[in-house]
C-alpha cells in the first residue's frame, strides 16, 4: 500500500524547498530527497532543509539519484502515487566543464526515477524540464507544439532527453508522466549561480556584473510562486494520452501515451537591463556594469506560449518584474542582513 506521501525530489534546492512547502501547507505528507550536495553555498540548502523540517508531515532523505539500490528500496518502501522530480545537475555554462556531472545526475539519475514509478504504481510523475530545450529554435514565443531538435548546451540536451525517456516509459508501460519547461525562475531562497542572485551581490559589493551579449538579452523572468502553482494544479491532471490521428504528423507536447510537456513562463519576455535597472532601484546602488559577447549555450530570448497550461488548469504566471525583483531583494537583504560583506558568504 501506497503511504500517501508525495516525493519531492531535490527538496533542498531553489524550486524543491517552495514546492514541498506549497505542498506541506496544503496538507499532504512530505519526502523530500535531496543529497545537498556543494555546487552551491551548502548553508542556503541547510537553511531551506530547517524551515521544511519544521512541518511535521516532512521527512528528508539523503540519497544520490545515482544509488540504484538505496533509489530502488526508497520507492519500495513508500510506494509514492506522485513524485515530483525537480532534482538535477543545473546550469548551462556549468555543463561546459563538468560534463559528467549531468550524465550521471540528469540521465542515469532521472532513469532511477523512471524505474521507481514504473515497479511501484506511480499515479503521476510530474518533472522538470527546461526552457533551454527550445536551444536555437527562432520561431517566437516558444510552443510546447513546436519541434526542439537543436539543442545548444549539454544541460539543454540532457532535459530533452528527460522528456524523451519519460515518453518511452509512458508508451511502454503506460507511467503518466508530465514534463514542465520552467523559464528563468527568480525569488526568495534563489540559487546564487542565477543571474538575479549574481546580480543583487555584485551591486552591494560594488562589484563589476557582466552582461553577455552586450546585454541584448530578453528573458521570461517567471516568479518562483507562480512556478510552482503550476506544478501543483498540474499534479492531479494525471494525463491520459491522446489518440492519434491517422496520417497526422504526431504533436510534439502531446502522446498517445499519458505524457504531456507543458511550458511554466511568464509569458512575457523582459529586457535583461530592465531587470538591472529595478534593482539598482530596489538596492538603492547603481551597478558597475561590464560588457561581454555572448557566452556558448546562451540564447539571445526566451519567451513562453503558456496558452496550454491556462486551458487545461486555469492558470498561467501574472508576477510582475517589479513585484517579483521587491519580494526577491526583500529575502536578499534579511538573509544576508543587508550587509554588502555578508553577501560573500555565498
Same mark, same amino acid.
Given at each position: 500500500?501506497?503511504?500517501?506521501? $508525495?516525493?519531492? $525530489?531535490?527538496?533542498?534546492?531553489? &524550486?524543491?524547498? %517552495?514546492?514541498?512547502?506549497?505542498?506541506?501547507?496544503?496538507?499532504?505528507?512530505?519526502?523530500?530527497?535531496?543529497?545537498?550536495?556543494?555546487?552551491?553555498?551548502?548553508?542556503?540548502?541547510? @537553511?531551506?532543509?530547517?524551515? #521544511?523540517? @519544521?512541518?511535521?508531515?516532512?521527512?528528508?532523505? +539523503?540519497?544520490?539519484?545515482?544509488?540504484?539500490?538505496?533509489?530502488?528500496?526508497?520507492?519500495?518502501?513508500?510506494?509514492?502515487? *506522485? =513524485?515530483?522530480?525537480?532534482?538535477?545537475?543545473?546550469?548551462?555554462?556549468?555543463?561546459?566543464?563538468?560534463?559528467?556531472?549531468?550524465?550521471?545526475?540528469?540521465?542515469?539519475?532521472?532513469?532511477?526515477?523512471?524505474? /521507481?514509478?514504473?515497479?511501484?504504481?506511480?499515479?503521476?510523475?510530474?518533472?522538470?524540464?527546461? !526552457?533551454? *530545450?527550445?536551444?536555437?529554435?527562432?520561431? #517566437?514565443?516558444?510552443?510546447?507544439?513546436?519541434?526542439?531538435?537543436?539543442?545548444?548546451?549539454?544541460?539543454?540536451?540532457? +532535459?530533452?532527453?528527460?522528456?524523451?525517456?519519460? %515518453?518511452?516509459?509512458?508508451?511502454?508501460?503506460?507511467?503518466?508522466?508530465?514534463?514542465?519547461?520552467?523559464?528563468?525562475?527568480?525569488?526568495?531562497?534563489?540559487?546564487?549561480?542565477?543571474?538575479?542572485?549574481?546580480?543583487? +551581490?555584485?551591486?552591494?559589493?560594488?562589484?563589476? &556584473?557582466?552582461?553577455?551579449?552586450?546585454?541584448?538579452?530578453?528573458?521570461?523572468? $517567471?516568479? *518562483?510562486?507562480?512556478?510552482?502553482?503550476?506544478?501543483?494544479?498540474?499534479?492531479?491532471?494525471?494525463?491520459?494520452?491522446?489518440?492519434?490521428?491517422?496520417?497526422?504528423?504526431?504533436?510534439?507536447?502531446?502522446?498517445?501515451?499519458?505524457?504531456?510537456?507543458?511550458?511554466?513562463?511568464?509569458?512575457?519576455?523582459?529586457?535583461?537591463?530592465?531587470?538591472?535597472?529595478?534593482?539598482? +532601484?530596489?538596492?538603492?546602488?547603481?551597478? &558597475?556594469?561590464?560588457?561581454?559577447?555572448?557566452?556558448?549555450?546562451?540564447?539571445?530570448?526566451?519567451?513562453?506560449? =503558456?496558452?496550454?497550461?491556462?486551458?487545461?488548469? /486555469?492558470?498561467?504566471?501574472? $508576477?510582475?518584474?517589479? %513585484?517579483?525583483?521587491?519580494?526577491? &531583494?526583500?529575502?536578499?537583504?534579511?538573509? %544576508?542582513?543587508? !550587509?554588502?560583506?555578508? @553577501?560573500?558568504?555565498?
Amino acid at each position: 500500500m501506497a503511504d500517501q506521501s $508525495t516525493l519531492v $525530489t531535490g527538496a533542498a534546492g531553489f &524550486i524543491g524547498f %517552495h514546492m514541498a512547502r506549497r505542498l506541506l501547507e496544503s496538507g499532504r505528507a512530505v519526502v523530500g530527497l535531496d543529497i545537498v550536495n556543494d555546487y552551491y553555498d551548502v548553508r542556503l540548502k541547510q @537553511a531551506r532543509l530547517k524551515m #521544511l523540517q @519544521a512541518y511535521p508531515r516532512f521527512e528528508l532523505v +539523503k540519497i544520490d539519484l545515482g544509488d540504484r539500490p538505496a533509489m530502488n528500496d526508497l520507492f519500495a518502501r513508500h510506494r509514492f502515487p *506522485v =513524485v515530483v522530480h525537480l532534482a538535477a545537475q543545473a546550469g548551462v555554462r556549468y555543463s561546459l566543464e563538468n560534463p559528467q556531472a549531468y550524465i550521471d545526475s540528469n540521465l542515469a539519475g532521472f532513469n532511477n526515477i523512471l524505474e /521507481g514509478c514504473r515497479h511501484n504504481d506511480c499515479r503521476h510523475l510530474l518533472f522538470a524540464s527546461s !526552457s533551454s *530545450v527550445y536551444g536555437s529554435n527562432t520561431k #517566437l514565443p516558444f510552443s510546447v507544439h513546436d519541434n526542439v531538435d537543436h539543442p545548444i548546451s549539454l544541460y539543454a540536451a540532457t +532535459k530533452k532527453a528527460n522528456e524523451l525517456m519519460a %515518453h518511452a516509459y509512458s508508451h511502454l508501460f503506460r507511467l503518466p508522466a508530465t514534463g514542465l519547461r520552467f523559464f528563468t525562475v527568480y525569488g526568495p531562497w534563489g540559487r546564487p549561480d542565477m543571474a538575479m542572485y549574481i546580480f543583487a +551581490k555584485a551591486i552591494m559589493e560594488g562589484t563589476p &556584473i557582466k552582461l553577455f551579449n552586450h546585454g541584448q538579452m530578453r528573458r521570461d523572468f $517567471t516568479y *518562483v510562486d507562480d512556478i510552482v502553482e503550476g506544478i501543483f494544479r498540474l499534479i492531479d491532471r494525471v494525463p491520459q494520452g491522446e489518440p492519434a490521428a491517422q496520417g497526422v504528423p504526431q504533436d510534439p507536447g502531446s502522446s498517445a501515451a499519458p505524457w504531456r510537456i507543458y511550458n511554466i513562463g511568464n509569458n512575457m519576455p523582459e529586457e535583461l537591463m530592465r531587470v538591472v535597472d529595478i534593482l539598482e +532601484k530596489e538596492l538603492g546602488r547603481s551597478a &558597475i556594469k561590464q560588457f561581454l559577447p555572448i557566452q556558448p549555450g546562451d540564447v539571445t530570448e526566451t519567451y513562453a506560449d =503558456v496558452d496550454d497550461l491556462m486551458r487545461d488548469v /486555469g492558470f498561467s504566471p501574472k $508576477t510582475t518584474l517589479e %513585484h517579483g525583483i521587491g519580494q526577491f &531583494i526583500s529575502w536578499f537583504r534579511d538573509y %544576508h542582513q543587508d !550587509s554588502p560583506s555578508a @553577501a560573500s558568504r555565498s
